[in-house]
């Protein structure tokens, strides 16, 4: 079974720092992309905020290009987000995300998307 825990949302005054983790648990997992998204209202969509291949490529929301940076150790399978230089438009609840395979128990491969169950982080003085 796959999970995703994550850890590190609080509270931060504006242009503050906060780090975000997620470790990915499970058996015989192969992590392809993993990464963050955001919610800052209840019920909006959610928002790309980074993302990061298997082979270290990243990807970046405009918003956060430049004070964010994603990071991976495949060998923990963990993914972090450094935020610096926070906002208090950065508010939000963060939301780890993983592409994982794996085999069934019957041997079947299985791809899917899977999600933590979202940490706070609050942007305010």
């Known amino acids: 079974q796959v999970q995703l825990v994550e850890s590190g949302g609080g509270l931060v005054q504006p242009a503050g720092s906060l780090r975000l983790s997620c470790v990915v648990t499970?058996?015989?997992?192969?992590?392809?992309?993993m990464g963050w998204y955001r919610r800052q209202v209840p019920g909006k969509q959610l928002e790309l905020v980074s993302?990061?291949?298997?082979?270290?490529?990243?990807n970046y929301a405009g918003s956060v290009e430049g004070r964010f940076t994603v990071t991976r150790d495949n060998a923990k399978n963990t993914v972090h987000l450094q935020m610096n230089s926070l906002k208090p438009e950065d508010t939000a609840v963060y939301f780890c995300?993983?592409?994982?395979?794996?085999?069934?128990?019957?041997?079947?491969?299985?791809?899917?998307?899977?999600w933590g169950q979202g940490t706070q982080v609050t942007v305010s003085s």
């Open positions: 499970g058996r015989g997992l192969i992590i392809e992309s």
């Open positions: 993302i990061i291949s298997s082979a270290g490529s990243t």
């Open positions: 995300y993983a592409d994982v395979e794996y085999y069934a128990s019957d041997g079947t491969p299985v791809r899917d998307d899977y």
